[in-house]
């Protein structure tokens, strides 16, 4: 009998899939991973049920959208959980991830932790011109948590921060019943064998799913091999708007006058932050470019 079903992990082909509540150990044909490449965590399949808790995949379904770092499929939600101090964010991290975000389709979302730290509102300002969702939250506290939960809920969510952030703390705060230790789910992530870091989806109920990912570095290459300078723009939605403004056809809203986007930050309708971070991606992928 032929089922559909979510990977949650695979390892050396041994892949976790889960199909009406219930949970498959499956192989997969030699056929299948190379008509459709790698098997991602997030990928949906049709398997064959032996009857004993074990099947045998016979296919892989369309994806919607899927990252390279971390490996997973059909991400329908990327946070970057973000503190307002110790660290303190880097906006041209953040504004990567973005970035990454908008070029595969994913939306996006910034959670500020440990908002009792400083004050947030820099952060929720500058995203909230951004158009994206912010949600101030404090784990120690229990604020805000009620409020990402429902941002979760249903979703296949990937949650990036750097290190310190307490993305645990605020994994915990959100799931008590996953029993964190601190820092586990991303040493899960990162441990594995020959050094090959797995990615495994949680399932949370109500369809929930949480990757937990480790740092920010890794996304970088990733950006700089697919997108062109020449596209970013289209990948800040507030630009949007505000293009119409600019002088020159093909005004790269690095340096001309008379552009649009320089004047909505003159204005505050941009964060400036967000213009920064445009320009020094916009002046690495060109470098970039002209290797290729
Ligand atoms: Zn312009």
Redesign the pocket.
């Known amino acids: 009998m032929e089922k559909e079903g979510l990977i949650l992990s695979g390892v050396n082909g041994l892949y976790t899939v889960e199909s009406e509540n219930q949970t498959f150990y499956c192989r997969s044909g030699t056929r299948v991973r190379k008509n459709d490449g790698k098997i991602l965590a997030g990928d949906r399949v049709l398997f064959r049920d032996n009857g004993d808790g074990q099947g045998f995949i016979t296919s892989l379904l369309p994806r919607k959208n899927f990252l390279v770092r971390p490996p997973v499929a059909n991400i329908d939600l990327l946070c970057m959980v973000v503190a307002p101090k110790d660290p303190a964010p880097y906006l041209y991290n953040i504004d990567l991830l973005t970035v990454l975000a908008e070029k595969n389709g994913i939306e996006c979302a910034i959670i500020i932790s440990k908002s009792d730290l400083a004050d947030c509102s820099d952060i929720s300002e500058i995203y909230g011109k951004s158009h994206y969702t912010v949600v101030k939250t404090c784990s120690k506290r229990n604020e805000g948590i009620e409020e990402v939960r429902n941002l979760l809920k249903g979703k296949i969510c990937v949650l990036c921060g750097a290190s310190g952030v307490g993305k645990s703390t605020l994994i915990n705060a959100l799931y008590p019943f996953l029993e964190l230790e601190t820092g586990e789910l991303s040493e899960k992530i990162a441990r594995g064998k020959n050094t090959t870091r797995t990615t495994e989806l949680f399932p949370l109920g109500e369809g929930t799913y949480l990757a937990d990912t480790p740092g920010f570095t890794a996304v970088n290459t990733e950006l700089y091999c697919e997108i062109d300078h020449k596209e970013l723009h289209n990948l800040f939605p507030e630009f949007f708007e505000h293009?119409s403004g600019?002088r020159y056809a093909d005004?790269?809203?690095t340096k001309?006058n008379e552009?649009?986007?320089?004047d909505a930050v003159a204005e505050g309708l941009i964060a400036e932050s967000r213009h920064e971070s445009f320009k020094k991606l916009y002046y690495e992928l060109k470098s970039i470019d002209r290797y290729k």
Do not use: K, L, V, Y
């Open positions: 293009e600019c005004c790269t809203h001309e552009c649009g986007i320089a």
